[in-house]
Nanobody
Framework: QVQLVETGGGLVQPGESLRLSCVAS????????MGWYRQAPGKQRELVAR???????TYADSVKGRFTISRDNAKNTVYLQMNSLKPEDTAVYYC????????????WGQGTQVTVSS
C-alpha cells in the first residue's frame, strides 16, 4: 500500500520561508509526476506546482518566483521551497503523486497546515 507522508508545515510571519517535504513508500516501481496542491478555508483545492519525471516544472501564477518544487527520485521525495510567504499562502498543502506499482494510480498525502500571519 503506497503512503505519502508530508512534513514541514507551520506558522510563519509574512516574508519568511518554509520547506515542505513529501515521502512516498510502499511497493513503488516508479513515480511519474509529483505535485503540491493547497486548499484554503472556503476555497477549492488548487494546484501550486508540479514536477515531471524529466524535471520540468510548472507553477501557479500566484507563486511564480517565490516557490520552487524539486524532487529526489532515489528517495521518492518531492519538496516545495516557499520563500517570501504571504498571508494569502495560508492553506492546507497536499502532495500528490502518480505512482507505478503493479498499477498506475494517483495518491494524496494527508495534508500539512501552512499559516502565514503576523
Amino acid at each position: 500500500q503506497v503512503q505519502l507522508v508530508e512534513t514541514g508545515g507551520g506558522l510563519v510571519q509574512p516574508g519568511e520561508s518554509l520547506r515542505l517535504s513529501c515521502v512516498a513508500s510502499g511497493g513503488i516501481v516508479g513515480i511519474n509526476h509529483m505535485g503540491w496542491y493547497r486548499q484554503a478555508p472556503g476555497k477549492q483545492r488548487e494546484l501550486v506546482a508540479r514536477i515531471f519525471s524529466d524535471g520540468r516544472a510548472t507553477y501557479a501564477d500566484s507563486v511564480k518566483g517565490r516557490f520552487t518544487i524539486s524532487r529526489d527520485n532515489a528517495k521518492n521525495t518531492v519538496y516545495l521551497q516557499m520563500n517570501s510567504l504571504k498571508p494569502e499562502d495560508t492553506a492546507v498543502y497536499y502532495c500528490n503523486m502518480v505512482v507505478q506499482t503493479i498499477f498506475r494510480r494517483e495518491y494524496w498525502g494527508q495534508g500539512t497546515q501552512v499559516t502565514v500571519s503576523s
